[in-house]
């Protein structure tokens, strides 16, 4: 065996090199000309980012059940200590530092995002100035860029004036309800005792066990082992199922009335009740449930009961026709549910309203908040937009409504001191014209999101469609776009409004967010191809 010295020796001496060979890679790189450099890291982008698309397509629940969160919650589990192990240990295989590091981190080995050059406003002015420009753009043009290191703003265009955002407002009913609710928190759905009597079991389990599966619990023993009263009480939950649920992990999936039904009918049955009448109640949300822009394709009415966003396809996100009254559906779909179980509901579910002392037969909870918001964010579904903004409401202690909702979601973005002048929050999806906020609220709240000091907030970034690949921007960007696979970006259309607030990482390894909003367009394809040139722009900059 050769000396533990010598061994030292080589050791020190094959370190020596490797660093001296990656301080030449350094001065190599920091001497190529900027678009050369922004050729070797868009591939090194695209890359990466075709591989993750690719394995995250395979899955079937969806980027906010299979992605980000999957992934970061899988590592989190393989850097513990406990578990099994599987297998010999090996020696780890080293591999190239991420291209994109954590928020607010950096890359092993790199000098950082913070430590990366910061753009000047003359450099981002140089570049973004002449696109503004762009006659495709309406006459109303706004832009802000903030540096997310920095914390500041270093280029905007009329940032503090209010416009028409179309549904880039879902980033403020995102951070708002993500402040008011915690990421964490889960949407319930229960079947309450109609006779307002509570046992034991009953009073207990308002304490709440957590957890996304279905609970059981004994609504209070009548003795009566006839026709029994029970309430379906919908709790504001947008992506409540009635569907057969997926292959995957039974944590990632949505909340679903067919197990509400079995844990409703084992507890009914347990007590010896075979047959009921069946209620539903509605009063966690008031005021109007018909969207301002009246029976449309892109919302469902607004209830706090619904199943499968009261689509009458088997769609799962975008445009479909609606359900005109979806918690009459979603207790029908339940009551169906329950007979398959063996348990006859007599006549047809009703309107009702909950007894005060209702015991809880059964309960099922959303997936996490923070879930809710990628999704929403992900595919702008306006369904889920308008429940966070009344559960804002419901946690302010103010009127499930509209009006509201749009109180309570200013109130939230107030106690953290956004800049709120002229804003106004008419809905929390976006489709309500007379919606206002300024293109510098816009890329605060992607700059609060994408800082490592708000936690809380990180699905606000996860959860934005990726260009050329996910959810909103899956198609567009094409495939030499510089901006693909590296901006990520919340868009907002309306007719003759074009909105894109997102975030990217520069040339120089530098993280921006900036948000482009524009009024009074009459080529849409030609405005969002607009918006798409300033934000490649941005991320293909090293503006200094």
Same mark, same amino acid.
């Given at each position: 065996?050769?000396?533990?010295?010598?061994?030292?020796?080589?050791?020190?001496?094959a370190?020596r090199?490797?660093?001296a060979?990656?301080?030449?890679a350094?001065?190599?790189?920091r001497?190529?000309?900027r678009?050369?450099?922004?050729?070797?890291?868009?591939?090194?982008?695209?890359?990466?980012?075709?591989l993750?698309?690719?394995?995250?397509?395979?899955?079937v629940?969806?980027p906010?059940?299979?992605?980000?969160?999957?992934?970061?919650?899988?590592?989190?589990?393989?850097?513990?200590?406990?578990?099994e192990?599987?297998?010999?240990?090996?020696?780890?295989?080293?591999?190239?530092?991420?291209?994109?590091?954590?928020l607010?981190?950096?890359?092993?080995?790199?000098?950082g995002?913070?430590?990366?050059p910061?753009?000047?406003?003359a450099?981002?002015?140089?570049?973004l100035?002449?696109?503004?420009?762009?006659?495709?753009?309406g006459?109303?043009?706004?832009?802000?860029?903030?540096?997310? +290191?920095?914390?500041?703003e270093?280029?905007?265009?009329?940032?503090?004036?209010p416009a028409?955002?179309?549904?880039?407002?879902?980033?403020?009913?995102? $951070?708002a309800?993500l402040?008011?609710?915690?990421?964490?928190?889960r949407?319930a759905?229960?079947?309450?005792?109609?006779?307002?009597? +509570?046992?034991?079991?009953?009073?207990?389990?308002?304490?709440?066990?957590?957890g996304?599966?279905?609970?059981?619990?004994d609504?209070?023993?009548?003795?009566?082992?006839?026709k029994h009263?029970?309430?379906?009480?919908?709790?504001?939950?947008?992506?409540?199922?009635?569907?057969?649920p997926?292959?995957?992990?039974?944590?990632?999936?949505p909340?679903?009335?067919r197990?509400l039904?079995?844990?409703?009918?084992?507890?009914?049955?347990?007590?010896?009740?075979?047959?009921?009448?069946?209620?539903?109640?509605?009063?966690?949300?008031?005021?109007?449930?018909?969207?301002?822009?009246?029976p449309?394709?892109?919302?469902?009415?607004?209830?706090?009961?619904?199943a499968?966003?009261?689509?009458?396809?088997?769609?799962?996100?975008?445009?479909?026709?609606?359900?005109?009254?979806p918690?009459?559906?979603?207790?029908?779909?339940?009551?169906?549910?329950?007979?398959?179980?063996?348990?006859?509901?007599?006549?047809?579910?009703?309107?009702?309203?909950?007894?005060?002392?209702?015991?809880e037969?059964?309960?099922?909870?959303?997936?996490?908040?923070?879930?809710?918001?990628?999704?929403?964010?992900?595919?702008?579904?306006?369904?889920?937009?308008?429940g966070?903004?009344?559960?804002?409401?419901?946690?302010?202690?103010?009127?499930?409504?509209f009006?509201?909702?749009?109180?309570?979601?200013?109130d +939230?973005?107030?106690?953290?001191?956004?800049?709120?002048?002229?804003?106004?929050?008419?809905?929390?999806?976006?489709?309500?014209?007379?919606?206002?906020?300024?293109?510098?609220?816009?890329?605060?709240?992607?700059?609060?999101?994408?800082?490592?000091?708000?936690?809380?907030?990180?699905?606000?970034?996860?959860?934005?469609?990726?260009?050329?690949?996910?959810?909103?921007?899956?198609?567009?960007?094409?495939?030499?776009?510089?901006?693909?696979?590296? $901006?990520?970006?919340?868009?907002?259309?309306?007719?003759?409004?074009?909105?894109l607030?997102?975030?990217?990482?520069d040339?120089?390894g530098?993280?921006?967010?900036?948000?482009?909003?524009?009024?009074?367009?009459?080529?849409?394809?030609?405005?969002?191809?607009?918006?798409?040139?300033?934000?490649?722009?941005?991320?293909?900059?090293?503006?200094?």
């Open positions: 065996m050769p000396e533990t010295g010598s061994w030292q020796v080589r050791w020190q001496s370190q090199s490797a660093r060979a990656g301080d030449a350094l001065r190599r790189w001497a190529a000309p678009r050369t450099r922004q050729t070797w890291r868009l591939t090194a982008v695209s890359a990466a980012t075709g993750a698309v690719a394995g995250g397509a395979v899955a629940s969806g906010w059940d299979a992605g980000q969160r999957t992934a970061e919650r899988a590592a989190a589990a393989g850097a513990g200590s406990g578990g192990r599987h297998g010999a240990a090996t020696d780890p295989v080293r591999s190239a530092p991420p291209v994109l590091s954590a607010g981190g950096s890359a092993p080995g790199g000098p995002r913070a430590g990366a910061l753009p000047t406003g450099g981002l002015a140089e570049v100035a002449p696109l503004l420009k762009d006659p495709a753009l006459p109303l043009r706004t832009a802000s860029v903030r540096d997310v +290191a920095a914390g500041r270093v280029f905007g265009v009329r940032a503090d004036e028409t955002p179309a549904s880039t407002v879902k980033l403020a009913v995102a $951070v309800a402040s008011a609710l915690g990421p964490d928190h949407i759905t229960t079947v309450v005792d109609g006779t307002g009597k +509570a046992g034991k079991a009953g009073k207990a389990g308002k304490a709440g066990q957590a996304q599966a279905g609970e059981a619990r609504g209070g023993d009548t003795g009566d082992t006839g009263s029970i309430i379906l009480v919908g709790g504001g939950d947008p992506t409540l199922t009635a569907r057969a997926k292959p995957g992990p039974a944590a990632d999936r909340a679903n009335l197990t039904a079995e844990d409703t009918a084992r507890a009914l049955k347990q007590r010896g009740m075979t047959t009921v009448t069946l209620g539903y109640d509605t009063s966690a949300y008031s005021g109007p449930d018909q969207h301002p822009i009246g449309n394709e892109n919302i469902a009415p607004v209830s706090a009961l619904m499968d966003e009261a689509r009458l396809d088997d769609s799962e996100f975008g445009t479909a026709p609606r359900d005109a009254a918690a009459v559906a979603a207790a029908r779909a339940f009551a169906g549910q329950l007979r398959e179980r063996g348990i006859t509901v007599d006549g047809d579910p009703a309107a009702a309203h909950a007894p005060r002392q209702a015991g037969i059964a309960t099922v909870r959303s997936l996490p908040l923070a879930a809710l918001v990628e999704r929403m964010l992900t595919h702008s579904d306006n369904d889920i937009a308008e966070l903004a009344r559960q804002t409401a419901i946690a302010a202690g103010k009127p499930a409504s009006a509201g909702a749009g109180t309570a979601v200013r +939230a973005l107030a106690a953290r001191h956004l800049p709120l002048t002229g804003a106004v929050f008419a809905d929390g999806s976006g489709l309500d014209r007379d919606d206002r906020v300024s293109a510098g609220l816009l890329s605060r709240l992607l700059l609060d999101a994408s800082s490592d000091r708000h936690p809380e907030l990180r699905s606000v970034v996860t959860g934005l469609p990726v260009a050329g690949f996910t959810g909103t921007l899956s198609g567009r960007y094409p495939d030499k776009s510089s901006g693909a696979g590296t $901006v990520r970006a919340k868009t907002g259309t309306l007719t003759g409004v074009n909105t607030a997102g975030t990217v990482v040339a120089d530098r993280q921006l967010v900036f948000a482009f909003m524009t009024s009074g367009t009459t080529d849409p394809q030609g405005a969002q191809k607009a918006l798409d040139t300033l934000a490649s722009a941005v991320a293909e900059c090293g503006c200094r």
